[in-house]
Structure formats: C-alpha cells, structure tokens
C-alpha cells in the first residue's frame, strides 16, 4: 500500500526472504532508534521525488544477547500518488537504501550546510524543503 517498485521487490526479497529466514533461524530481533534531530528531506533529480534522510543507532539481539550496535542512515526516496482508501496521503517509497554511517558523520555534514546556507543568506534549514 506504501511500496512502490522497486521497493516493494527489494523488500520482499531483502525482508520477506533473506531477514525473515535469518530471524526464524538464529531468534534476532532488532531495533532502531532515530536520531529525529538529524533527519532531513532533499529534493531528487526527478521533479516528484525527495529523499528523506533517517539516521540512527540499530540494536541487534540473538535471543536475549546484544550485538554490537551500528550507526546507520536509510535514505529513502518518495513520490506522490493520488489519495486513495488505502494511502490517505498518497505517499509511496520508491526506494530504500541503507548506509552505515557514523552519527558524527552527519552532525558534522549537518553543521557544514547550515555553515553554506548561512553563507549563502539562504532561508532554508539542513536541506528542508517546502512541501
């Protein structure tokens, strides 16, 4: 309802297959905190797509055993689809990608386009854009 390709098929596939044998097999579960301080939103190359920029902290767990924890950024790009039953906002993810990238890394790439936009006399913050 919210997938579009290609996602909906790296989902099924990457998720529905590969992650979902992995959990059944070993008992991991995980979790992901978003750092919502650095989240943010950039226009795409095509007109009706933008990349939305969701960093955090990913916890894994083998049955009640910790993992070490990533730092990780999904970028994931949406469009637009009429509103409908199902999707009251018509927004779909086309795609997801995910990069392990240290928190530091963004607040510094963060803090480097406030210093740019400012520069600039932009009225923009971090790469927000109007909806």
């Not at 919210?2 to 070993?26: C, Y």
């Not at 226009?43 to 009640?64: F, H, T, W, Y």
Request: aromatic share 6%; proline share 5%.
């Amino acid at each position: 309802q919210h997938l579009w390709e290609p996602a909906l098929t790296q989902f099924e596939k990457e998720i529905m297959v590969d992650e979902m044998k992995t959990i059944l097999d070993t008992r991991r579960t995980q979790l992901f905190l978003i750092v919502p301080e650095h989240i943010r939103v950039y226009r795409d190359a095509e007109p009706d797509m933008v990349i939305v920029r969701v960093p955090g902290v990913r916890q894994k767990l083998i049955g009640n055993q910790p993992l070490p924890t990533d730092e990780v950024v999904y970028y994931v790009k949406l469009t637009t689809i009429p509103r409908n039953l199902f999707n009251e906002y018509g927004i779909m993810a086309v795609d997801i990608r995910l990069s392990l990238t240290a928190l530091e890394t963004i607040k510094k790439e963060d803090e480097s386009e406030a210093d740019l936009n400012k520069r600039n006399g932009e009225q923009r913050k971090g790469g927000l854009v109007n909806m």
